[in-house]
C-alpha cells in the first residue's frame, strides 16, 4: 500500500473508532453508513471488515453492507484505546 493509501486509510480507522467512542462504543450499521457518507468513505465495509479480524471491533456474521437486512445489527469497539497511526 503506498504512503498516501495508507494515511487514507489510518483517517478512515480514526474516524470509525471516533464515532464509536463518541457513541459509547457501539453503534447501528445504519448510523456508521451514513457516517461513512459524510467522509466520502467507498470502502467502509472492507474497512469495518480488516477492523473487525483485527479484533479492534465487532459485528454479526463477516461482513456488514449498506442494506435494510443489515442496518440494525450493531457494531462494537473493543480495543477502546485503538490508535491506526500507531500500527
Not at 456508521?32 to 459524510?38: A, D, S
Not at 443489515?70 to 457494531?75: C, G, L, M, N, R
Request: a negative charge; proline letters at 2%; glycine letters at 4%.
Amino acid at each position: 500500500m503506498s504512503d498516501e493509501a495508507k494515511l487514507i486509510s489510518n483517517n478512515h480507522k480514526k474516524w470509525i473508532v471516533d464515532l464509536l467512542r463518541e457513541n459509547n462504543n457501539e453503534v447501528t450499521t445504519e448510523l456508521m453508513y451514513l457516517e461513512g457518507e459524510k467522509h466520502h468513505c467507498d470502502s467502509l465495509g472492507a474497512l469495518l471488515r480488516s477492523l473487525k479480524n483485527s479484533k479492534v471491533i465487532d459485528f454479526p456474521g463477516l461482513f456488514l453492507f449498506d442494506r435494510d437486512e443489515d442496518k440494525q445489527k450493531i457494531i462494537k469497539l473493543l480495543k477502546e484505546d485503538y490508535d491506526p497511526f500507531a500500527e
